[in-house]
């Protein structure tokens, strides 16, 4: 006998969100931030190097290196932007070449999810009850409107939001992930699509620096599809013991096995983690608890234990790894998908309370940001200018036509869609996602447009370069040993210097060295060498690069 199901929805519920306001909102997420920037700073430029390196034939493709330093993940993020660079570098800059397929990646995460949604929102278990005299929901109609929730609540998750789009190995890993769920939902109802998908899903996270996760999903997959009441599930197990295998044999033939366990040194620490984690899987993580609240008789049901399965095992990844950020990012998808079965058992105080929530805090974010816009480009009002300029000395904000037109309409659209939800449109499922979705894309496009010069000269090694450049010719050999890849990177590919990783200053032929110092402890010139400046990045108040000329 089937357990109680909370779900009671009628078939005006199962309105579809039409297709061309889906597009818009993934494409007012996904666009922005990728042209008219530099790689910014960290995991971003770095990633960035490795792919450069491969493309111009400065390293292997199996062995990449960065200022003569291996990469700390497996290589195939790196293959994806050495081969954007040579394919379409000739017509456009490398680092909008190698942003292109993460931002496929990026659509492509955004898609697997609307499909996961749909085929476990199919299941017999997940469907709503039908009612005594009829006009239940359709079960096709049900599972699209499901999906439709799923897309908007990942959408409306902000840990997704910035690293979601840099070009890094995570990407890469989070598709997987991705892929990996579609497998699991799919293959109640699909023939080959879900096995194609799971033997290429685990193979691809583990030559993507996540081996031990994707052993570690393959083994929860084959114990959930080996426990499945549907037939068809039950020899996919084979499948999916397959891919685990074969990650396993991609993880030792690339090297890509290795902990990377962190240390907890008190509750505070720990505390600090938690909360962290409220906001980067805000607004997904409530919905979810609820989720299991409501359907806590359904547990063992594919809907519910697959999504909790691949999230769970992110979770466990992220804690064991000190509470990492990258880690816990790979359980997004699987929390939307659990996030959006929560939507037909929301009443309508809690939605009312998500709608006034997002309507205050994303209406107030978007007017600071027209606000501070304001200021930079005329100086009034006077105090965001002046804490500008004191934030960010030396920049001056350019004007844009552009930028400005595509703001304009994503304000006016956001107006649009708060007076539409805020009026007599009660009946969607999917309507309690639609202000939180639309309310971070619109905020990530006005960052993206109104501020990008702004972020771009706080974010990028450029504003560092220049000054360097002040100082050491481009083109010169540099020598270093103590910054990091990614100011190493900038070196190379900003100023167009050779780059040397030395020992000691004694052990380089280069003409100039450069040293990461403490601003306010200031290291002693090497033997044989003479003091030339001390430059810093614009926002870096602690650091300074001291750059130092060997002496005749």
Known sequence: MNLPNPALVTQR???????????????????????????????????????????????????PTVTGLPPETAVLPFWLGAAAIKL????????????????????????????????????????????????????????????????????????LLQLGHETTPELVQLTSVALFLYALGASAFRGIKPKIAVLVALPALAASGAPSMAVALGVAGAVLSWKSSYPNVRTFTA??????????????GLGAWGWRVGRYHDGGQVLAMFKEFAWFLWPCWPLAVLTLWRWRR????????????????????SMVMGGSDRALLLGL????????????????SAAAAIDWFSVFFFSGSAIVIWVIYV??????????????????????????????????AATLAWMWLVRWRTGRNRHPLWKSMVLPASGVALCWLLLMTLWLPLLDHARSYRPLIDQIAMHVPRGSCVATNNVVRGHGVALEYLGGYRVE?????GTTVCGFWLRQELRLTPLPAPTSWALMARVNRPTDKDEVTAIYRKLP
């Not at 430029?45 to 400065?58: D, N, R």
């Not at 998808?333 to 037909?344: E, G, Q």
């Open 501 to 505: 990783t030395a020992q000691t200053p």
């Open 333 to 348: 998808p699987p929390l939307a998908v659990l996030a959006a079965f929560s939507l037909p058992t929301l009443k309508r």
């Open 375 to 408: 200021a930079m480009q005329t100086g009034s009002p006077a105090r965001p200018a002046a804490n500008v300029a004191r934030l960010v000395p030396g920049f001056t904000a350019p004007f844009s036509a552009i930028e400005l037109f595509f703001a304009g």
């Open 88 to 159: 379409l570098g000739f017509m456009m800059d490398p680092a909008l070449a190698a942003r292109l397929p993460f931002a496929l990646l990026l659509i492509g995460v955004l898609v697997l999810t609307w499909y996961s949604t749909y085929h476990l929102a199919r299941t017999d278990a997940a469907q709503p009850l039908p009612f005594a005299f009829g006009g239940e929901a359709d079960p096709v109609d049900y599972a699209r409107a499901m999906a439709d929730g799923a897309l908007l609540a990942l959408i409306a998750t902000l840990g």
């Open 298 to 317: 359904q547990w063992l049901k594919r809907h519910i234990a697959a999504p909790s399965v691949v999230f769970g095992a992110a979770f466990l990844a």
């Open 13 to 63: 519920a199962v309105q579809r969100l039409p297709r061309i306001a889906l597009i818009l909102f993934c494409a007012a997420y996904v666009l922005p931030g990728l042209f008219g920037r530099d790689p910014w700073r960290g995991a971003d430029i770095t990633a960035f190097g490795y792919m450069l390196s491969i493309a111009q034939g400065q390293s292997s493709w199996l062995t």
């Open 239 to 252: 499948w999916i013991g397959a891919s685990a295998l074969l990650a396993a044999v991609v993880a030792v």
